[in-house]
């Protein structure tokens, strides 16, 4: 038996190398829906890691209260847009003053501005610089790290203290890359001076936005540096113990609608999400992507399947002798069927590979391109190997089945 086999695997292989450009264009049929099956869902699992991997720094116990996106409801048959008004200063301020909830701590941090000019000594960095204001609990309520120097201290914060803390990219190829010790170097803002007192650990970029090109300085400071009108700032809040969470967030929720003045017949006008929330929707998301890939990848692949099929059904009709000559020599009709099944099972493993191959190739670019974060595709294919081996499978057994059942006589004296 081991050695029919082999031998249907030497005649196959044989009939792939006589049809040579036939072989080639179709592995390349069967490579192109292998590919976007795998490219696609390449793409979504960096976008997947990569998001997962920012909103999970947050930590399993944080939430945020920030301005909800806009909402819609139908009045009279018509559609009126509400917008929840911006977290102003003295909300943030009045909610922080008046959460007592046991083991929480609130942060009250606001983008100041993304394109700051930074200076230092004679050199200075481009306009594209993010200047946050924060208090001394937005390092630890945002899963920052400080890797050189210290955080702001509640002296620093309740001092108005002219002192920062610097992404790092500053030190990595910025302004201080060629400086032996960052800390206590003076930087320059809008021509405010800033002592350094701590550099932040690597983040890396989401979407454009490198989170290490940033600096963070006290926020009643940033406030009178970059003052300009409806300035939404976000308050988060980390919990100490997780059992604790749901609770927090009951209190939180009802904090803010006291500073709020809602009374009990209004809804909230503010929202509040926790970051396992985020990831849940995230993963919601990135499972509606997987799905979406799968049906454009199988749409493509069953396009391949249909021309290897096709290609097979051809090879039989041109080798119609040749199979006549073999039964007539005494090969049985599984032998026939086995040789045809062991082409088509080749051809299809090869387009797969190559499928393969140029699926997590092109997956790859984009990530980069887009500073996702790449990981290994098993998943993708693992899926594109069992994929190529089924349309093999549905692609080849017509076929062989047909030059099986050919009579010998007949097919002698085809021409």
């Known amino acids: 038996m081991n050695g029919v086999f082999r031998e249907n695997i030497k005649i196959a292989l ?12 179709t592995i390349l049929i069967i490579a192109l829906g292998i590919m976007a099956l795998v490219g696609i869902l390449t793409v979504v699992a960096a976008l997947d890691n990569t998001l997962n991997s920012k909103f999970a720094a947050m930590g399993s116990n944080t939430f945020n209260i920030n301005q909800y996106e806009f909402t819609s409801r139908r009045r009279g048959g018509g559609e009126i847009e509400k917008i929840n008004p911006i977290i102003s200063y003295p909300d943030a301020k009045a909610f922080k003053e008046k959460y007592d909830y046991p083991a929480t701590q609130t942060a009250i941090y606001f983008t100041a501005t993304a394109k700051a000019e930074v200076k230092y000594e004679n050199e200075k960095t481009e306009p594209a610089i993010s200047v946050l204001g924060v208090d001394e609990f937005y390092v630890p309520n945002t899963g920052s790290e400080v890797i050189q120097g210290r955080n702001f201290n509640v002296f620093d914060i309740s001092n108005n203290a002219y002192v920062c803390l610097l992404g790092n990219d500053f030190i990595k190829e910025g302004l201080l890359k060629d400086v032996t010790n960052p800390i206590d170097k003076i930087i320059t803002i809008r021509g405010a001076k800033f002592r350094v007192i701590g550099i932040l650990k690597e983040k890396g970029s989401t979407f454009g936005n490198n989170q290490d090109q940033r600096v963070m300085i006290p926020i009643q400071i940033a406030r009178s540096l970059f003052s300009a009108p409806n300035i939404n700032y976000t308050l988060s809040t980390m919990v100490m113990r997780q059992e604790i969470l749901d609770a927090a967030i009951d209190h939180a929720r009802l ?52 021309a290897l099929m096709n290609i097979m059904i051809v090879s039989v009709t041109e080798r119609t002798r040749e199979i006549g000559v073999r039964k007539s020599l005494g090969a049985k009709r599984s032998t026939i069927a086995w040789q045809f099944f062991m082409e088509t099972l080749v051809i299809g493993q090869l387009g797969g590979l190559v499928g393969m191959l140029l699926g997590i190739g092109i997956g790859y670019l984009f990530a980069s391109f887009f500073e996702f974060a790449f990981t290994i595709p098993w998943m993708a294919m693992i899926a594109a190997f069992i994929t190529s081996f089924i349309v093999a499978i549905v692609s080849g057994l017509y076929p062989a089945l047909k030059a099986s059942k050919l009579d010998p006589v007949e097919a002698l004296r085809y021409e």
């Open 14 to 25: 044989g009939a792939i190398r006589s049809q040579l450009l036939r072989t080639v264009l």
């Open 255 to 306: 904090t803010m609608r006291r500073v709020r003045h809602l009374n009990p017949v209004e809804d909230n006008n503010f929202g509040i999400s926790r970051s396992d929330d985020l990831v849940q929707r995230i993963a919601e998301t990135t499972g509606t992507l997987n799905i979406s890939a799968f049906v454009i990848g199988l749409v493509t692949i069953l396009g391949s399947s249909i």
